[in-house]
């Protein structure tokens, strides 16, 4: 394993931590923080793809007009952008997500899963 | 006792909220030049309304940004990223860029990249700002039931 | 025309955003006008959708950015058959229940951001079916899969909340899988454009990543499309909504989000001819056929009624998923392409009339809740004397979903069957006659705890529903008839062009048209960016 190939493991780690608590966890505060965790893993994955060895942020410092150049040094920016958008649409998610969990507190009164079955068949 | 925190979080409160402001706004115009852009300043802005609606207490945070204004700016924020995207067609195409394009790095150079990151910004702020309102108000409105 | 499709996302988005401002104006004046607001967006949608069939394959480049030469930046929006025949189908129904919601809705408080919620999730269908670019799929299926989060859980009591709760979890970790694949993708091609990614994956040999990758996406979609091992947020989610979002969510979202994309993923941008395609193929095609029976079998146990129609829901995609899986097994064999034309026909034959007839249903269950305020067949008796439109059209969908002709689902159930057979695959033909006539059965039960019997006491003084929904219901009734009925007239227009999408892969790939612009900037013309500037 290389040293290049670290950030993927670190991706799959998270990956498989998010999806063990939301498996097997019975809070929905911590299950909620798994998808969240989950999400991260998949955006840090997604961010990866962009990584350029020895690569500059890019951002085009005062002066340097010249794209062709600019863009034989810097990372992928696309990447990036995809993160954004996948964190904006993460941030709605999860506001939605904790916005149910105090409904359900409020009618069933407990954080429990198990204990929120009345759906069943 | 009385709503909020106490006089000295008050007072830093009201200095920090106008930077804090500045801060995001000056994130968001800025946005086609320095990392940021639409987002980053509206959860900025966000940030600023929701210490003041820490410090404050909600009764007079909600005097100061009233529910008709945060939806009024949520709605706006998005009808003018529609506008600007219609207007697009003024110049050839669905969210053609249809200002001049400066010179670069200028504040004026990215067209109507600014008019977006503000709409952005606006319904971004606004919209955090809502969600975290309506989650303290919903705790708020539930212990007043439950108290004798 | 090209460069008026994004107005499919954006009139909707606008009218939803319009109506959140409704709040403020006097309570029942800002209902009504957005309630006008929104059917008028439907209609023009409705309007839009049908000027655009039989226009062709088109490409609509969004930005004004020119090729650079090296990689294409832009978006783009790309109509062909298989878009048509959905959007036709989306905003068809999405029309028909805001009719219906005319009347519904009046009942629940927050009317107004029911509407903004249901024009966001049309825009979020509408913009997945058109787009043309991977993420952008991505995006809209997110937009619109979380507007059916807060419209599940719109009536805020315990058993919404739970489902709307499971929903989103399950929901949020299929669209992560999704975005995973996006990634991998993006990994492999370099490209985001579906198009232009088909391209680079025909020109290489398969790798374990492009495995993964398509992994991910059948994991993704096939949540969104209820197939069985995804399916078990369903039969929560759908019954718990109010009736007309049950009746988009089970008539739309899960084919738009869901086998649209799954199908246009394997079939355009993976392809079915490609080493791979055979088992991408016999993957659709066992999930398909395990979703057909166990949703038949789950769902002849139900009481409930609107929990029943669910799972019929998980049952019919099945019959489309298997379909279209055949279709693709046997251009991935190399067999007939006759064989594997009318089996992808058969599919997406399969897919309208679903969209339409279980639409209906989910109508028919809201006006007897409407009405009754019970779903539980126990409960419920005699509705045909008092609410004749009701049972009426409640009786159509019912013929029509278990395959009776000359109602649209016979005619389709037909031709799955005989594709099937004529595949070769003789038990999964037998399974499809099985569960067929189990679906029958399950609606006589339907019918008879419904509609006939003696009236309980709860239900003897019923009357029938307000005007908007009962022309909401007879509309779809019309149309399970007409489909059914006009087949050999509309076919060529709408589901023939499709299937030839899907059995003609490389087509999609053909359609990839790099963007030429003749845009004007005022003041500036066109200027090489190496130019340096001098303050």
């Known amino acids: 394993m290389t040293f290049g190939t670290l950030p993927y493991v670190l991706a799959l780690v998270l990956m498989l931590i998010g999806l063990y608590v939301i498996v097997a966890k019975k809070n929905i505060i911590k299950i909620i923080l798994g998808v969240l965790i989950l999400e991260h893993s998949i955006n840090l994955f997604l961010l990866l793809q962009g990584y350029r060895h020895g690569g500059t942020a890019p951002i085009r410092a005062p002066g340097q007009l010249d794209t062709e150049a600019f863009a034989a040094t810097s990372v992928d920016p696309l990447p990036q952008a995809l993160i954004l958008t996948s964190i904006v649409i993460g941030l709605g998610c999860l506001a939605l997500m904790v916005c149910l969990a105090v409904r359900l507190y409020e009618r069933f009164g407990t954080f429990d899963i198990t204990r929120i079955r009345e759906l069943r068949g | ?148 | ?535």
């Open chain 3, 1 to 535: 025309m090209s460069s008026l499709l994004p107005l499919f996302v954006i009139v909707p988005l606008a009218a939803g955003f319009i109506a959140p401002l409704g709040q403020f104006w006097n309570q029942t004046h800002g209902a009504r006008t957005v309630r006008a607001l929104a059917l008028l967006a439907g209609a023009c949608l409705l309007a839009g959708s049908l000027a655009l069939l039989g226009r062709g394959p088109v490409v609509c480049w969004i930005g004004g950015w020119p090729e650079p030469g090296r990689a294409t930046v832009g978006l783009s929006l790309v109509v062909d058959g298989l878009t048509e025949l959905l959007l036709v189908t989306v905003n068809t129904i999405a029309f028909l229940a805001l009719l219906y919601s005319w009347s519904y809705v009046q009942r629940f408080t927050g009317q107004v951001l029911y509407y903004c919620l249901f024009l966001i999730m049309l825009a979020g269908m509408n913009g997945v079916v058109l787009s043309g670019d991977l993420f952008n799929v991505f995006v809209f299926m997110e937009v619109a899969v979380m507007a059916s989060y807060a419209l599940v859980a719109f009536g805020v009591d315990r058993s919404e909340l739970e489902a709307s709760f499971k929903y989103i979890i399950l929901g949020s970790v299929s669209s992560l899988f999704v975005l995973l694949g996006v990634g991998l993708l993006y990994n492999l091609t370099g490209q985001l454009n579906m198009a232009l990614v088909a391209q680079h994956l025909a020109a290489r040999e398969p790798t374990p990543a492009v495995w993964l990758a398509a992994g991910c996406f059948v994991m993704g979609f096939g949540l969104k499309s209820a197939m069985v091992p995804f399916h078990a947020w369903l039969p929560d989610a759908h019954p718990s909504a109010p009736a007309p979002i049950s009746a988009m969510l089970s008539g739309v979202l899960i084919k738009a989000a869901g086998v649209y994309a799954l199908c246009r993923i394997l079939f355009n941008v993976f392809g079915m001819t490609s080493p791979t395609g055979s088992a991408y193929a016999h993957v659709l095609m066992t999930l398909g056929a395990l979703s057909m029976v166990i949703g038949v079998l789950l769902a002849i146990g139900q009481w409930d009624f609107k929990r029943l129609l669910a799972y019929h829901s998980i049952s019919q995609m099945g019959y489309v998923l298997l379909s279209i899986g055949v279709g693709g097994a046997v251009l991935a064999a190399g067999g007939s392409k006759t064989v594997a034309g009318l089996a992808v026909f058969g599919g997406l034959f399969h897919l309208v009339n679903h969209a339409v007839f279980k639409g209906l249903l989910f109508l028919c269950s809201g006006a007897v809740e409407y009405a009754t305020g019970t779903r539980d067949l126990h409960e419920l008796g005699g509705l045909k004397k008092n609410m004749p439109a009701t049972s009426g059209c409640c009786r159509v969908a019912a013929l029509a979903i278990a395959g009776v002709p000359p109602f649209n689902g016979f005619f389709s159930k037909l031709i799955i069957i005989v594709a099937v057979a004529a595949a070769g695959y003789w038990m999964l033909a037998g399974m499809a006659v099985f569960v067929s006539f189990m679906t029958l059965l399950s609606f006589v039960k339907v019918q008879r705890y419904v509609l006939e019997g003696t009236p309980a006491h709860t239900t003897a003084a019923v009357r029938e529903v307000p005007f908007p929904m009962q022309v909401a219901m007879v509309g779809l009734a019309i149309g399970c008839l007409l489909l059914g009925v006009l087949a050999p007239l509309h076919k060529d227009r709408l589901i023939t062009p499709a299937g030839r999408v899907l059995t003609d892969e490389r087509a999609y790939a053909a359609t990839f048209q790099p963007p030429t612009f003749d845009v004007t900037i005022p003041e500036i013309a066109a200027r090489p960016d190496s130019q340096e500037r001098q303050p």
């Open chain 2, 1 to 148: 006792m009385p709503a909020g925190m106490s006089l000295i979080v008050k007072t830093v409160a009201r200095l920090a909220v106008s930077f804090i402001t500045v801060f995001g706004i000056y994130i968001i115009i800025y946005g086609h030049l320095t990392p940021g852009g639409g987002f980053a300043g509206g959860t900025i802005l966000a940030a600023g309304l929701v210490l003041l609606l820490l410090a404050f207490g909600r009764q007079r945070a909600r005097q100061i940004v009233t529910h008709e204004a945060v939806i009024t700016w949520d709605c706006m924020g998005a009808l003018g990223f529609a506008a600007v995207a219609v207007l697009g067609y003024v110049a050839g195409g669905f969210f053609v860029n249809f200002l001049a394009r400066g010179e670069p790095y200028h504040l004026a150079s990215g067209g109507t990249i600014v008019l977006s990151n503000s709409a952005i910004g606006a319904k971004v702020g606004a919209g955090l700002f809502g969600m975290f309102w309506a989650l303290a108000a919903f705790r708020s409105s539930r212990t007043k039931e439950e108290q004798p």
